[in-house]
């Protein structure tokens, strides 16, 4: 399958999936009246716990089961959880349980595929947090078993629902920034990336990012959303990438690299650069997007446009006065204000609107099969050091 004919036919499974969805939108009954949505939560460790307390100021939207195989994690999930919620030790029998329509997918990287097959095999609705799949298989059975489905699968890259974020896409494909010339894409911290362990036997379960067993390391954890952005905005998906990245400074047994330096290429030549450190946490996150009309840089939740030449001062009304000059920053430019709320809980209410609506989620199999391909690239290039075409065939 060559790279062109993936996208189109991922995209084809996506149309599949809605156009599917929305033929039963007379038909599709929730376990509860009134549209009322129930959701699973498997895996609650720092993201899948974090996530129920956004869930809770959902209006007809409530977890009823929570999954871990960790009781001190279970315990934790439950305790944020709504007072008759159920824990399990075992996904599957939480897959079992007939009142609950959804399942939020919050575990291991190498685990996500299996769990999400099984949950779409069992008839819920599947939020599965990025990096979608780990491995050329597992994203394409995830890919056939969603085609076949008339369930929703909304993958987690929750800037993808973020509305700061969208209206700076629909500003760069209008032209803002004119023709796109480069993507420079950063997520740095300062910081091990370690938990503690109560015992020995469990620093693999708790600290699963730190080997590659489990985990894509930073690329899958972190960069994924930023190659998921650049997908967005070009439209495409990269044709190839190298990299390095290495263990250089957290000398403590780990498997996936503390730092990583990726470069993609996409079509037309533009490239993106992704960056990420774990001992240096100057300016953070940041993406950066160049073109021959300007610049915009963007953070988690806010966004500044730089124009190019010496035209930068802009006229307009600041508290009331007219014909004040709007504040510049120079080194980011001029503020683009949008309202939006917490990204992560646009894409919790995005995946409750797409399972009531039978609408194919913005954040969908075909983007999220396509980021965790281009993450399996850059992981390839970085073991093997060498260049990683995109994959001519998915096995």
């Not at 159920?86 to 299996?114: E, Q």
């Not at 990245?245 to 993106?272: F, H, Q, S």
């Not at 946490?281 to 988690?300: F, L, N, S």
Request: glycine content about 8%; aromatic content about 8%.
């Amino acid at each position: 399958m060559k790279r062109r004919d993936f996208v189109i036919k991922g995209s084809i499974a996506s149309v599949a999936v809605a156009s599917s969805t929305t033929a039963l939108a007379n038909t599709l009954n929730f376990t509860n009246a009134a549209n009322k949505l129930t959701i699973g939560i498997i895996g609650t460790g720092d993201r899948g716990s974090g996530l129920i307390p956004l869930i809770n100021e959902i209006d007809n939207f409530k977890v009823v089961a929570c999954c871990d195989t960790l009781p001190f994690r279970l315990e934790n999930g439950l305790s944020k959880a709504p007072k008759k919620a159920k824990g399990y030790a075992d996904y599957r029998k939480l897959l079992d349980n007939p009142d609950i329509d959804a399942v939020l997918i919050s575990t291991p990287f190498n685990t996500h595929s299996k769990i999400a097959l099984d949950a779409l095999d069992a008839g819920k609705h599947v939020y599965c947090e990025k990096t979608m799949a780990k491995g050329l298989d597992g994203i394409q059975h995830l890919i056939q078993k969603t085609k076949n489905s008339n369930k929703i699968f909304q993958t987690g890259h929750q800037y993808h629902s973020s509305r700061l974020y969208t209206h700076v896409v629909d500003l760069i494909k209008n032209g803002k920034v004119g023709k796109i010339t480069s993507f420079d894409c950063q997520w740095n911290r300062n910081g091990n990336w370690r938990r503690p362990v109560p015992k020995p036997e469990l620093e693999k379960v708790i600290n699963w990012r730190m080997y590659r067993e489990f985990s894509g390391g930073l690329v899958a954890e972190l960069c994924s959303h930023q190659i998921d952005f650049v997908n967005w905005v070009l439209d495409a998906t990269p044709n190839k990438v190298m990299g390095i990245g290495g263990i250089d400074y957290w000398k403590d047994g780990r498997e996936t690299y503390d730092n990583v330096n990726l470069m993609y290429e996409y079509p037309n030549g533009i490239k993106a650069k992704f960056t990420c450190l774990t001992s240096n946490a100057k300016d953070g996150y940041q993406i950066i997007v160049k073109g021959d009309k300007g610049t915009i840089i963007m953070g988690t939740r806010n966004a500044w446009f730089y124009p190019e030449g010496t035209k930068n001062k802009k006229i307009g009304t600041v508290d009331g006065v007219a014909g004040a000059t709007v504040t510049f920053d120079k080194n980011k430019g001029y503020p683009i204000k949008v309202e939006h709320q917490n990204p992560s809980k646009q894409a919790l209410q995005d995946f409750k609107d797409s399972i009531t609506l039978n609408s194919s989620p913005i954040s969908n199999i075909t983007t999220g099969a396509n980021t965790a391909i281009a993450v399996q690239m850059g992981l390839e290039a970085m073991h093997t050091e060498s260049i990683v075409k995109w994959p001519s065939k998915i096995s």
